[in-house]
């Protein structure tokens, strides 16, 4: 595309002209799984212009117009142009109410969005079906469940970062910073309010109860400090020489907290990605560094990751697909740091015992220096989830 970097893109040289170019240059870009479930959609300009994309195989064709599509996408102009530079998803767009499902299925939009991701930007495809084996240098079989403490070689923990998309770190803080850092976070928790657009609430047993605060670091000159920590700072340099702390946007420095019991809302996050809201180029390679404040496992609520699917897009698995994939469950204890890249996909499902006291875990992201001329101070991609339903943050398969 001529249009530049971020810029506005012509509707209907980019489908008539230039899309099928880089088709014509691309191969198979659907999954045989995708090729099965996809079907014809269109996008449609308010002013009625529209483009549809049809399956054919394990690649698409284009064709002007509605007429063959079984789902149909209005979205206005600028809207589609954000969509095509992956500054917004299709879930931002449906959050933000910027879309209009007027036939057919939002979830084929969902299914669509990775194969465009793969045509347009030349993504690799992450296939949920057949996901490669991750080799360590040797070739072996890599041993997810290894963990690390700062006392290994960062040569190590990177390598194992880069191939897994995570690492475990044993150990980083002591008990007593953690209950230093437990103080603020509970602070910070007393004071957050429902429609105050930096905390998410769930329900437990008919009462609001919140499950994560953004922004602790505006609160606490202990949390504000933990970004120029020459541990964290180390920590971030594993995933790549330019990252920094991004405090005073994209959420800041925040808590989240698996909550027993919990009902509604996102107090339980499904398998996704931290660029799943938008702005891939832009915040990749995102390094998403989470301080555990109390014990994680399967009792107390525990992050779950896919290694290797970092390195691809893809769509998001239902549960039933991700058993079949090689998930990994970290256990972890207070003081213990879990990294891993905002691309990778993981889950954080709830605590199984009602009666555990649930999980808390103090975040900072580590992003490239892009993020600082493209987002501005106290603006992130998940704004778009406050949108709706006075700042309550609803799961989308409510929304359409």
């Avoid at 976070?185 to 009462?207: C, F, L, N, Q, Y």
């Avoid at 109390?294 to 390195?311: E, F, R, T």
């Avoid at 006075?390 to 359409?400: N, P, S, T, V």
Wanted: aromatic letters at 8%.
């Amino acid at each position: 595309m001529d249009s530049g970097r971020f810029g506005p893109i012509d509707f209907d040289r980019f489908h008539s002209e230039e899309l099928p170019k880089i088709l014509a240059g691309r191969g198979a870009v659907i999954s045989e799984h995708d090729a099965a479930a996809l079907r014809t959609i269109a996008f449609q300009l308010p002013d009625g212009r529209a483009y549809s994309f049809v399956p054919d195989g394990q690649c698409f064709t284009v064709q002007r117009g509605i007429t063959t599509a079984e789902t149909v996408i209005e979205v206005p102009y600028d809207g589609w142009c954000s969509f095509v530079w992956e500054l917004q998803t299709s879930f931002a767009l449906l959050y933000s109410d910027r879309l209009k499902v007027t036939q057919g299925s939002f979830s084929q939009m969902a299914l669509w969005e990775p194969v465009f991701r793969v045509t347009v930007d030349g993504q690799d495809l992450y296939d949920i079906d057949h996901p490669a084996a991750v080799k360590d240098a040797h070739g072996v079989d890599l041993d997810f469940t290894r963990t690390f403490t700062l006392d290994d070689s960062d040569d190590e923990i990177a390598d194992f970062l880069h191939r897994a998309g995570f690492v475990h770190l044993r150990g980083v803080m002591s008990p007593e910073e953690i209950a230093d850092l437990r103080v603020d976070v509970e602070a910070g928790i007393a004071s957050a309010r429902p429609d105050d657009h930096r905390s998410w609430w769930t329900t437990v047993d008919g009462k609001e109860v919140c499950n994560r605060v953004n922004y602790l670091n505006d609160q606490s000159p202990l949390i504000a400090g933990i970004g120029s920590d020459s541990r964290f700072l180390r920590i971030a340099a594993l995933g790549g020489p330019d990252l920094r702390d991004a405090p005073d946007r994209l959420d800041g420095n925040g808590v989240v907290i698996k909550v027993p019991g919990s009902v509604g809302g996102l107090a339980d996050l499904p398998w996704h990605r931290d660029c799943g809201m938008g702005g891939h180029p832009i915040k990749c390679p995102m390094l998403n560094v989470g301080i555990q404040l109390d014990p994680a496992n399967a009792d107390n609520g525990q992050l779950h990751m896919i290694p290797g699917s970092h390195k691809g897009t893809s769509r998001l698995p239902s549960p039933r697909e991700a058993a079949g994939l090689p998930t990994v469950a970290l256990s972890t204890e207070p003081g213990d740091v879990t990294i891993h890249f905002g691309h990778t996909l993981h889950s954080a499902p709830p605590p199984t015992n009602v009666r555990a006291i649930g999980r808390r875990a103090l975040y900072l992201s580590f992003v490239p220096p892009l993020i600082f001329e493209m987002v501005g101070p106290g603006q992130g991609y998940n704004d778009v989830l406050f949108t709706r339903d006075d700042g309550r943050i609803q799961h989308a398969d409510l929304l359409h």
